[in-house]
C-alpha cells in the first residue's frame, strides 16, 4: 500500500456519500439551498484526491500493480455513483445515458484485468484522460445549475433539459472514447481470444 493507493481508497469510500447527501439532505439538515455547495464541496473533494493520487504515484515512483488496477475502478465508482445520483429528482436525466458509462467502463475493466492476469497491461489513451475531464466539468455543470434552481430562478423542466444534454454529450464522448480504446488496443486483444491448438 502506497500514500497514492490511500487516496485512492478513499475515493472508493467517499463515493456513496455524494448520493446519501443527495437523497437525505433534509433528514440532516442540509437545507435545498445549501445542498449545492455542499455537493460542490463533495465532488471537488474526489477530484482533488483522483488527481493527488496521480501525482504522488509518479512523484515518489510509487506506480503499483494495484495502484493501476485500483485507480480506474475508483475512478469509474465515483463518477458513476455521481451520474446515478443525477437520475433523482429534481434532475431526472434519462437512466440509459448513464447505462452507456456503465457498459463503457465494465467492458474496459474487464479487458484491462484480464490482460493484467495474463501479463501485458493495456495502454492508457489520451481520450480516456479527456473523458475524466469532461464527465467532471459535465458534473460541476449541473450541480451548478442546481443553484439558481434552489432558488427558483430556473424551473425543473429547465434544470432536467440542461442536465440531460450535458450528461448526453459525456455519455456520446465516453462512448467514443471506449471505442479508442479497443482499437488502440486492438492486437493485445486479439491475444486474449486466440485459442492455443491443442496437438493431437
Request: proline share 4%.
Amino acid at each position: 500500500m502506497s500514500i497514492a493507493n490511500y487516496f485512492t481508497f478513499f475515493r472508493i469510500f467517499i463515493s456513496p456519500i455524494f448520493l446519501f447527501v443527495y437523497m437525505a439532505h433534509d433528514a440532516i439538515g442540509i437545507t435545498s439551498i445549501a445542498l449545492p455547495y455542499v455537493l460542490l464541496c463533495l465532488l471537488g473533494v474526489s477530484e482533488f484526491s483522483d488527481a493527488i493520487d496521480g501525482y504522488l504515484a509518479r512523484r515518489y515512483n510509487q506506480v503499483t500493480d494495484l495502484g493501476k488496477i485500483l485507480d480506474p475502478m475508483a475512478d469509474s465508482i465515483y463518477r458513476i455513483s455521481v451520474f446515478l445520483t443525477f437520475t433523482l429528482d429534481p434532475i431526472k436525466v434519462p437512466m440509459i445515458l448513464i447505462f452507456v458509462f456503465l457498459y463503457r467502463d465494465s467492458v474496459i475493466s474487464t479487458l484491462r484485468t484480464i490482460c493484467a492476469l495474463r501479463g501485458f497491461t493495456l495502454a492508457a489513451r489520451k481520450s480516456g484522460k479527456i473523458k475524466a475531464v469532461i464527465q467532471a466539468i459535465c458534473a460541476f455543470a449541473i450541480i451548478i445549475l442546481m443553484i439558481p434552481h434552489s432558488w427558483l430562478l430556473i424551473t425543473t423542466s429547465t434544470l432536467h433539459d440542461a442536465s440531460t444534454w450535458i450528461v448526453g454529450f459525456a455519455a456520446f464522448y465516453s462512448f467514443l472514447s471506449g471505442v479508442d480504446y479497443i482499437y488502440a488496443n486492438r492486437d493485445y486483444i486479439a491475444k486474449l481470444l486466440t485459442v492455443p491448438s491443442v496437438s493431437r
